[in-house]
């Protein structure tokens, strides 16, 4: 079967954390999300945290050398052979452009990439309502997809909490960076026609549907091209 390359694109709280652990129990792929890289090393107090959390409190990207050798490292793993999933990277066009190289030094390219689509005002209802499991990162909502058991994880029973940069002014400060700093990747990825898009409105199943659909329909036309 050909490699994939899949990276998930779309504002904060779109629901890219939720549709990444989905698509990586059914693609068996690894999955790399740098919010989950990052506030793994500022629980740790790496070096690599204690730079990343000032950034990240202010909602505020990390500075893309930061960033960007993480994400190369795993790439080049022997675990991404077969491909892997991006949730969160690349986030700006130098990062674009640092993972194409990248995968150019491989022979290899992104083979998708999903932009799930949701309004402003949708994202700060989701945000607002997330909790998230502090050991880690699984992802619940206090209306749209609440624990089994209130403040409790239910995959593995640590506690939930609030993200730091869940907070209102935090989640502003957070849609403006992705304006102005993420959102010119659509154009990028459309122009080397990797990019579909998702109506990330829907409830969490019909989204998961969508993303299967399409990658269904992707893996014929490959066919259909070899
Ligand atoms: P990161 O953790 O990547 O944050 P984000 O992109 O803002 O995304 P979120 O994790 O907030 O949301 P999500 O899209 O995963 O949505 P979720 O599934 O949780 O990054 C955090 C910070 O790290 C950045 O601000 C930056 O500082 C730094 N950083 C990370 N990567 C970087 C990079 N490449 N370069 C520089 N800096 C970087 O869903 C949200 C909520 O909605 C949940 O409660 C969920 O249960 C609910 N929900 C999900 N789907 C649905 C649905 N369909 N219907 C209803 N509710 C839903």
């Given at each position: 079967m050909p490699?994939?390359?899949l990276v998930l694109l779309g504002p904060p709280g779109s629901g890219k954390g939720t549709q990444g652990e989905r698509l990586q129990e059914d693609l068996r792929l690894p999955y790399y999300a740098t919010g989950d890289i990052l506030?793994?090393?500022?629980?740790?107090?790496?070096?690599?945290?204690?730079?990343?959390?000032?950034?990240?409190?202010?909602g505020d990207l990390v500075p893309d050398e930061v960033i960007v050798g993480v994400i190369a490292e795993r790439i080049d793993s022997p675990e991404a052979r077969d491909g892997f999933i991006l949730d969160g990277f690349p986030r700006t066009m130098p990062q674009a452009e640092a993972l194409d190289a990248k995968l150019d030094d491989l022979e290899r390219a992104v083979t998708a990439?999903?932009?799930?689509?949701?309004?402003?005002?949708?994202?700060?209802?989701?945000?607002?309502?997330?909790?998230?499991?502090?050991?880690?990162?699984?992802?619940?909502?206090?209306?749209?997809?609440?624990?089994?058991?209130?403040?409790?994880?239910?995959?593995?029973?640590?506690p939930l909490i609030v993200r730091d940069d869940d907070k209102p002014e935090v989640i502003r400060k957070r849609l403006e960076t992705y304006h102005a700093k993420t959102e010119p990747l659509v154009d990028y990825y459309d122009q080397r026609s990797v990019l579909r898009r998702i109506d990330g409105t829907g409830a969490p199943d019909d989204v998961t549907e969508e993303i299967r659909r399409t990658l269904a329909t992707m893996r014929l036309e490959q066919d259909e091209t070899v």
């Open positions: 490699e994939l390359n506030r793994g090393a500022v629980r740790e107090g790496t070096e690599l945290g204690r730079t990343a959390k000032e950034y990240m409190d202010r990439v999903l932009l799930i689509d949701v309004s402003d005002d949708e994202v700060v209802r989701r945000l607002g309502g997330r909790r998230t499991c502090e050991e880690n990162g699984h992802v619940f909502h206090v209306e749209f997809n609440p624990p089994g058991s209130e403040g409790v994880c239910d995959i593995d029973g640590s």
